[in-house]
């Protein structure tokens, strides 16, 4: 064996990993067709953990297992491209010392876990980015199954007081709209609003106090029987609901109106969405 052939171990092999090693590494990669579950989305837009979710702790397992992947092969692509180096200079084949020694070693592990730890993917931000628009479903607490709107004559102007909108020409018509298709004197009334708004605005809200929902859709009915009529427009005024009654349309209780009317898109319910202390 000579002297330089001796030198060749996989101490030796480690160390120069090592020293060849990113400060950091990207090591999980979206396809196209990846995208958050629904129950991820319901979490994120009510504040919940998402990672607690059945699809969250799917997410978490594929994480995992790109990041074992993608690392093993960084760190072995050194492996053999360091080797091959030690062969040109030392015209020895080292095969026997990847095969048998490198790839069953301890430092193997230890290195694959470095770059694991220096692994600064973006992945779920760029998930939460692409999701775009989600349809929101909020209970109006003034409007909700205890503010006594079932079986009971509304009118419009009182429709509005309600919400704290403004009686406008436009509101008002809205309001007489839907009125006349939920009837309220004849059944279940609760106040819901509807808007769309994309999902990577409603991650960056604060985590708890209150937020502003500008221009939204209502829905008068029973979502518990999938009744009722939302209007086709959206109304003009802003409702101030908790950051933690914020839900999606399916998320929230009783029937989503999709269910009711089926192929909504977000998109359609046009609205804003800020937290309270951005517009004070």
Known sequence: MTTAHAK????????AIERALHDKYTLVHLDQADSLSADVVAALVCGDNPWETKGGEALTKWEGEAQWINACDAVDELAKNILRDWERQDDVDYEELLEDEWLVSDARIALIDTVRARDESEWFGELVNRHGAVLLRVTIKQMDEDAGLSFTALEPEQFLVRMGFSHTEHNLHLAGEVIDNASPEFSVAIGQALIGVDLATVVRLPASG???????????????????????EA???????????????????????????????????????????DVR
């Open 210 to 232: 209150t937020v502003e929902l500008r221009n939204p859709h209502v829905w008068l009915g029973n979502p518990f029987a999938g009744s009722g009529w939302c209007s086709e």
């Open 8 to 15: 060749r171990t996989v101490e030796a092999l480690s160390d």
């Open 235 to 277: 109304f003009t005024g802003t409702l101030t609901v908790d950051r933690s009654d914020l839900r999606t349309d399916k998320d929230a209780f009783g029937y989503s109106w999709d269910e009711v009317v089926g192929g909504t898109s977000p998109s359609t319910y046009t609205g804003e969405i800020a937290a309270y202390a």
